[in-house]
């Protein structure tokens, strides 16, 4: 066998270039280009030298090296140890996906409204063209001016407007008589809305003329003299008259298609052309005329003429004011243009106060028959001057059932 050969020992002369001169501990000076030697381990140590590791470095800790087109990875990233991960956020929604077509949609609807609501502004403006104003104002001292609004409403016999067939379906001639088949006071304020009836044969004062029919007012002066005489009489001041003729009173319920009518007992009346059975029932324009003018079928005559005028008002403004008179543009034309070229109104009434007007007729809270003490329609003085003084001084609400009555007539 070959003879085993020890390996020499580090410290041997010819491992000295690798492990150095143990025995050289002279510092090597600097700039001489020559490595120190390393100190060799002492030759009867067992130990191994180990080198220090340093700790690895955490996520946090490290130095960043990513870009601006890294972060967006930051998202799908696996959270480190103990940290709770990060919801997913949707994206928003793309307005070309699910946004466009409801706001297209919104700016349809809205142009519908808007189209709508110009309409209901511009056709009253358009009627109100049409419509004749009127002197009204009378000489002479007034009433001071009072609260709240009060209208003169009167219903002549002017057959403008009606057709050949319809003046005689009503016995109405070619020329108006200029006289008036219905006086009423509507008064508009703090209190409930009072609507009045003064029958057209009551006995009054007429300056200038005595004691005579108030009707015969209008035919001597006109609305000026009318006027005159209800502020002598009542102590309230009229602010607006409205007067409407047969034609637009016909045409406006045709308008909006008929009205009921509750006559308690059947009405036969050859000289307004009117045949009608008892109970609540529809009719239409000429009808509803006859039926406001009739005084010969009537028990009480003039009274109950006044009692109809004011049903038939009444069931006007219910039918006029219904949605679907507004929803329906065909029907709110007619309805807002029937009557307009017979209607007339006092200079300075405007489309404002005629709206007011309309609305309050419709459905007047308090509906009475001026004060009487007869059947020959004789005023009840005490009881005409509380009714009107409370009306004068805006305190409606006051007026209690023993003033106003359907027929006038102290119960």
Not at 109 to 124: H, I, S
Request: charged content about 25%.
């Amino acid at each position: 066998m070959p003879e085993r050969r020890n390996p020499p020992e580090p410290g041997s002369p010819e491992y000295r270039w690798l492990y150095g001169d143990p025995e050289d501990t002279s510092a090597t000076p600097a700039g001489s280009g020559t490595k120190r030697p390393v100190p060799l381990p002492d030759a009867g140590s067992d130990e191994t030298r180990v080198m220090a590791v340093p700790p690895p470095l955490l996520p946090r800790d490290r130095p960043s090296t990513r870009t601006s087109s890294d972060r967006g990875s930051d998202r799908t990233a696996t959270p480190p140890p103990g940290v709770p991960p990060r919801r997913p956020v949707a994206p928003p929604p793309s307005p070309s996906r699910g946004g466009g077509r409801p706001r297209r949609v919104r700016r349809w609807v809205l142009l519908v409204l808007a189209a709508w609501v110009a309409w209901l502004v511009v056709v009253p403006l358009l009627a109100m063209q049409q419509v004749e104003n009127m002197a009204a104002v009378p000489e002479g001292e007034r009433p001071a001016e009072q609260d709240g609004t009060t209208y003169l409403v009167l219903g002549s016999d002017k057959a403008d407007g009606l057709t050949p067939e319809q003046r005689r379906a009503i016995r109405a001639g070619k020329r108006s008589s200029a006289r008036t088949d219905s006086i009423m006071l509507l008064h508009i304020g703090s209190g409930p809305d009072t609507l009045v009836s003064i029958p057209r044969d009551s006995l009054v004062p007429v300056p200038g003329h005595g004691t005579t029919k108030i009707n015969s007012a209008y035919a001597y002066g006109g609305a000026p003299l009318l006027v005159q005489t209800l502020e002598n009489v009542t102590g309230v001041r009229i602010d607006h008259v409205v007067q409407i003729g047969f034609g637009g009173f016909v045409d406006v319920v045709d308008a909006v298609g008929g009205i009921e009518i509750c006559p308690k007992k059947r009405m036969v009346d050859r000289d307004a052309r009117l045949n009608i059975k008892k109970g609540c029932q529809e009719v239409d324009g000429l009808t509803a005329l006859g039926y406001a003018r009739s005084r010969h079928a009537q028990t009480l005559g003039d009274i109950d003429r006044a009692k109809h005028q004011r049903e038939v008002v009444g069931a006007v403004g219910k039918k006029a004011v219904s949605p679907w008179s507004v929803l329906n543009p065909v029907r709110y034309w007619n309805l807002t243009h029937a009557g307009a070229e017979t209607l007339t109104v006092s200079e300075g009434t405007g489309a404002v106060a005629l709206g007011r007007f309309a609305l309050a007729m419709s459905s007047p809270d308090k509906s009475c028959g001026v004060p009487i003490s007869d059947l020959a329609v004789h005023w009840d003085r005490q009881r005409a001057l509380r009714f009107f003084e409370l009306i004068k001084t805006d305190e409606t609400e006051k007026i209690g059932n023993d003033l106003c009555t359907e027929s006038g007539l102290k119960k």
